[in-house]
């Protein structure tokens, strides 16, 4: 089959991985080779009568088979790769194939790179090597993984002239790596990755394309204690959500491309002469380019980490930690708002307390619950909304309107355009009159906004910045820049925090 040479991408973790060579475009076939197979003994072939295929040769089981039609499986899934299936026999033979022979005991398995020759793309097994089964998991599955990956186009990490930093030379950044752990040289892990890791999924992508069809709806991963994670999560796009279904055991689930979450049984790696071993609880990683909008947890106390975008939280049980970073962040609760208080915390953060624990909120806009919601974006639009409420009408915000408010403000409805809507309502006439002139408005806002007559300098600069006196305001402004400039006044704001600091009240808008 034809093929290409590899083009480095300038970043290093990618470039570690670049073998010379990837296939070309187009379907890619592989086989099993059998009694019946020819092997290309032509210049730069296999050699006549010695070492693979000649010596050992064996065929796979079905059960072989279907661990290796797995392995592709998981390759596919990530990139803009297709395997087709053909026979193996004297008139043709796959792309990649896929046998056993025998080899020197030190040797697990090996593959040729991809080639235009024919022996290139092929994959052996070593017969007298160790193997523990195929089942995902296993060392078995994880060498398919890793030949496939060589079969592909992918090199070992640490060989060659661009070779993987020794901190990310582990399963954790790639399965090409020899080193199971980053710092342990020729390390072993008690249960192997099930998918190509992050590194590996973006250097596949580099040679291929990224696959944007996989899992491209709304998903589910839900995580169970007591049961083994090694692997990487490629997802395409919709809305979706990390589950850890633990009872008594916390999670960390880590929302951030190439973060890791804290899921199921930790990983025992051992020392390559078995002599010492050490427990590592990261088991599963978002590959680059995908993003997961929610994290659940379980009964028991998690950390939930969200990235830069607006996430959906749902610690449920338990004491938990969330920590929503950047974006516009909630969240979600079973209970009734009535069940729940909260409190902001030294430092910023609010502290939810109710049926499902008593949560710590870093960095999270907002709560939902099964019959209300909560802001704390006291400084956000948020904030904001429950300001222009107390200066336009001198009273709390009903929960529908300023859910109504926010939602749109949210969404990026302009802020002037909201304070006209509040001149324009038949409240803030009831309260201006139907026709104020500048002063009466200013006034009326003094003792409407900060319950208090104006001092003449206020007074007068407001006047000032209504006719654009001297045009040094820039522009004449309106009485609705004017109603926004009190909502967010000091005095305002002061006089309005501590009734929202713990988190203001609102019903979510549904359009
Ligand atoms: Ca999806
Ligand atoms: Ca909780
Ligand atoms: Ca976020």
Known sequence: MQTVSSVAAGNHRIDALLGPQAWAPGAITYSFPGASSVWSTSTGEYAAGVSEPFTGFSALDTLQQSAVVAALAAWTAVANIDFTAVADDATGQGTLRFAWSLMDTGLQSEAYQPDPLNK?????????????????????????????????????????????????????????????????????????????????????QHLYGADTRHHAGDDVYAF?????????????????????NGLTQGATIDLREGAF????????????????????????????????????GGSAGDELI??????????????????????????????PRAAVTTDRLVGGALQVSGPEGVDTLHGVERAQFSDGALGFDIDGLGGQAYRLYRAAFDRAPDGGGLGFWMYHLDRGFNFVEAANNFLNSAEFRLMY??????????????????????????????????????????????????????????????NVVGVIEDGFDYLPYLP
């Open 120 to 204: 290139g793309g092929d994959v052996w097994l070593n017969s007298a090597a160790q193997w523990s089964g195929m089942a995902p998991g296993s060392y078995g599955y994880s060498t398919l993984l890793h030949e496939i990956g060589h079969a592909l186009g992918l090199k070992d990490s640490a060989l060659g002239a661009v070779t993987m930093p020794p901190a990310q030379d582990g399963y954790a950044t790639t399965l090409m790596s020899g080193n199971a752990l980053a710092s342990l040289a020729g390390s072993w892990v008690d249960f192997e990755p099930t998918t190509p890791m992050v590194g590996d999924i973006a250097a596949i």
């Open 261 to 296: 979450s804290s899921l199921g049984k930790p990983l025992v790696y051992w020392a390559s002469d078995y002599s010492s071993s050490q427990t590592d609880p990261w088991t599963v990683a978002i590959a680059l380019g995908t993003r997961i909008e929610k994290a659940v």
């Open 224 to 244: 169970e204690q007591g049961q083994n994670y090694f692997q990487t999560l490629w997802d395409a796009g919709g809305t979706d959500t990390i589950q850890w």
């Open 306 to 335: 969200g990235n830069d975008l607006g996430d959906l939280f749902m610690g449920r049980g338990g004491n938990d930690t969330i920590r929503g970073g950047a974006g516009l962040d909630t969240a979600l609760y079973a209970s």
């Open 433 to 494: 009159g139907e026709n104020p002139t500048n002063e009466q408005f200013v006034r009326l806002l003094y003792v409407h906004v900060n319950h208090r007559e104006p001092e003449p300098a206020g007074n007068q600069f407001w006047l000032d910045a209504m006719a654009n006196r001297d045009g040094a305001f820039g522009h004449a402004w309106t009485r609705g820049e004017i109603l926004l400039q009190f909502s967010e006044s000091v005095e305002n704001k002061a």
